[in-house]
């Protein structure tokens, strides 16, 4: 039966790499019927502003599977990312990206490793919700939900239990970010005891990516967050030999998208000496994903013949030896067809395990009692003078909301800061609180009304709760 694929052929290098891989899938006999859809550059130049067609939406609908060379996004500007739209609007919450050496015929400082990066997907400083906050400041917020980690966290281990993997490593920052990364560590230790047969570690994600670079051979799946999955993918994939190689799947409830995990490669963009192995990687994975595992064995074991041939692109080419061209890369895997590798590991029909996939609605989210207790007002102020401003906002506290302090950056500025702090923004966070009891909205609002009245251009406030009595939200740091 033939599979409908909906496929964009990308930006930068990606019309070269996708054009080059859909030639070797149509001669491994390949059944996919490809709708070509327009996303990315050519859109935005249609002045469509989120880069995706209304044709790529409906025939998405239609086919639930996306194949997607990458995609430019503009840097700065009003433009969002494509993929980062898709990737959200459509669920896809799972972002797997398998790499493994294939040493001696690629050069790589580690030899022999296999390891499978599975990043959460639609969260984390990816939401993309930035603000400019005052002349000096801008703002990125780092969402994370309880539901959308446990998601990742359980897809991950199993992904691990479906393959036979033995361990999952989770990355994180937690020291630092205790409630954000603090979370998402949390529920890792509790999924981890649905799987004793796994072994489950927690690395502080900087150590962590330094010894996935130094010693990838001791990782096996790695989860972790969207965007230290995002750097620790390019770091493993590039330590296997070239970004060039590795292709991903990004999972949903309904829809699966592929693609490669690099970018779209303007610096070397139409001059045919990009490596379309990534690509063809993902389409690996999708073909695997649509039941025609026997076509991605043949094009697997013929594109593993060829690195063995040392036909290579520029970016993995041995030193002295004459790289090919993307097409004459492609024509090698075609004419390697029916081939297996002589001595890496062959490609099996039975690679392919159908992952059990988690139950957004039953997560481990648990009831627990909210109650406002303080909040904390940001004002832009371009004064010097702390203790100016601080006896200024601490003669507004009103009975049962009282400043507690004013910290800049993030730092303890008043009262009483050690260390004779120096602010040097003008952003300002002065926080109010009731230490015996609850706040209400109303008095929220006296408090922005008099620090109006006093002519402080408030411009944000965020609310501060315990739930069960536990303060989630952040101390400063010398408070
Ligand atoms: P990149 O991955 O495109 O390139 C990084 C380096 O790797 C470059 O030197 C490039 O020449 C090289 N490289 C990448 N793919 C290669 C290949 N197949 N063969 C040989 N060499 C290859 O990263 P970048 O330069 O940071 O990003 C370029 C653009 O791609 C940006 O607009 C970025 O937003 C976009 N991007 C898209 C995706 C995606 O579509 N999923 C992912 C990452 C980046």
């Not at 067609?53 to 239609?62: F, G, M, V, Y």
């Not at 030999?241 to 303007?266: K, R, T, W, Y």
Request: proline share 3%; net charge negative; hydrophobic share 40%.
């Amino acid at each position: 039966m033939t599979t409908p694929v909906t496929i964009a052929r990308g930006d930068g290098i990606g019309p070269e790499i996708m054009d080059a891989t859909l030639k070797i899938m149509e001669a491994a006999g390949a059944k996919i019927a490809p709708e070509f859809v327009v996303l990315g550059e050519k859109a935005f130049n249609q002045g469509i502003d989120n880069g995706i067609t209304d044709e790529a939406w409906d025939s998405i609908k239609r086919t639930s599977l996306l194949f997607k060379a990458p995609i430019t996004t503009p840097q700065g500007g009003g433009y969002k990312s494509v993929n980062v739209t898709l990737r959200k609007s459509l669920g896809l919450f799972a972002n797997v990206r398998p790499v493994r050496t294939l040493a001696p015929y690629v050069h790589t400082k580690h030899e022999n490793f296999n390891m499978v990066v599975v990043r959460e997907n639609e969260e984390d400083l990816y939401a993309g919700i930035e603000y400019r906050q005052t002349r000096d400041t801008c703002h990125s917020v780092k969402l994370l939900s309880r539901t959308g980690s446990e998601m990742i966290i359980r897809y991950a281990f199993e992904y691990a239990r479906a393959y036979g993997r033995k361990k999952v490593t989770c990355l994180i920052k937690d020291n630092i970010m205790k409630i954000s990364d603090g979370l998402f560590h949390k529920v890792f230790k509790l999924i981890a005891t649905e799987y004793p047969e796994i072994e489950a570690e927690s690395i502080i994600v900087d150590i962590g990516m330094a010894r996935i670079a130094d010693t990838p051979e001791r990782f096996d799946v790695v989860v972790t967050l969207n965007l230290y999955g995002d750097i620790v993918s390019d770091i493993v994939s590039q330590v296997a030999g070239s970004v060039g190689l590795a292709g991903s799947s990004n999972i949903g409830q309904n829809v699966a998208m592929f693609e490669a995990v690099h970018g779209s490669a303007p610096d070397i963009s139409g001059q045919s000496i990009a490596n379309p192995s990534g690509l063809l990687n993902a389409g690996i994975l999708m073909l695997r994903h649509i039941g025609q595992g026997d076509v991605a064995v043949k094009i697997e074991n013929a594109w593993l013949r060829t690195i063995e041939d040392g036909v290579h692109t520029a970016d993995i080419a041995v030193k002295g030896t004459n790289p090919v061209s993307t097409q004459e890369f492609a024509d090698a895997v075609i004419a390697n067809l029916g081939n297996k590798p002589q001595t890496l590991a062959e490609a099996s029909e039975n690679a392919h395990r159908t992952v059990k996939m988690p139950d957004p609605t039953k997560t481990t989210k648990s009831e627990r009692s909210k109650k406002l207790v303080g909040v904390d007002v940001f004002i832009d102020w371009a004064g010097k003078d702390i203790e100016k401003i601080g006896k200024n906002v601490e003669s507004i506290s009103i009975e049962g909301l009282v400043l507690k302090g004013i910290s800049s950056r993030g730092m303890h500025v008043y009262p009483n800061a050690e260390h004779n702090a120096k602010v040097l923004s003008d952003q300002w966070r002065c926080r109010f609180t009731n230490d015996n009891g609850s706040v209400t909205n109303e008095q929220v609002r006296q408090v922005l009304a008099k620090l109006e009245a006093m002519d402080y251009d408030w411009i944000k406030t965020e609310n501060l709760y315990t739930f069960d009595g536990d303060h989630c939200y952040s101390q400063s740091q010398g408070e």
